[in-house]
């Protein structure tokens, strides 16, 4: 999880230097998979929650790491293989110069765009992903502090 934590943290500092069009895919990237690192193990292990406090006997529940490891990793791969063949198919994400004012060129800001259907769907994807973890969340919520 703190990978995915320093990851996503990191992916900041690319949004805040002079944009071109592969720091703009690197940002998206690094976001992503920083997302993924992140919020999969919080899942994984509140799912392991789940499964120990629903049997009707508290009894020991195995779920082996390397178990939750292969998860993570699948989850992972999933997301690094749609995301290389979004970014080396197409550039997905452009950087355009923005121009407010002709005559002080200092004002003008460079400006990730993207107008294509991979971006929605990465979007929607994460969405969902919070939503299974809000509603995984939300049927723990009672369980037993001890």
């Not at 990237?29 to 992140?38: A, D, E, K, P, Q």
């Not at 999969?40 to 020991?60: A, D, E, G, W």
């Not at 997905?92 to 004002?107: E, F, H």
Request: charge should be positive.
């Amino acid at each position: 999880m703190d990978i995915g934590a320093i990851l996503a943290v990191s992916s900041n500092f690319t949004w805040t230097i002079y944009k071109t069009t592969p720091m703009c895919n690197y940002s998206v990237s690094m976001i992503c998979i920083g997302f993924n690192l992140l919020f999969t193990p919080l899942f994984i292990k509140s799912y392991r929650l789940l499964k120990i406090f629903q049997s009707k006997q508290l009894k020991v529940t195995k779920m082996k790491t390397s178990t939750l490891l292969s998860i993570v990793g699948s989850v992972l791969l999933a997301e690094i293989i749609y995301l290389s063949a979004w970014l080396f198919s197409e550039p997905g994400i452009k950087s355009v110069i923005q121009t407010l004012d002709p005559i002080r060129p200092g004002l003008n800001w460079t400006a990730c765009v993207s107008q294509h259907a991979p971006m929605y769907i990465i979007i929607g994807l994460k969405a969902g992903m919070l939503l299974g973890g809000c509603i995984l969340s939300f049927k723990i919520r009672n369980f037993p502090a001890r």
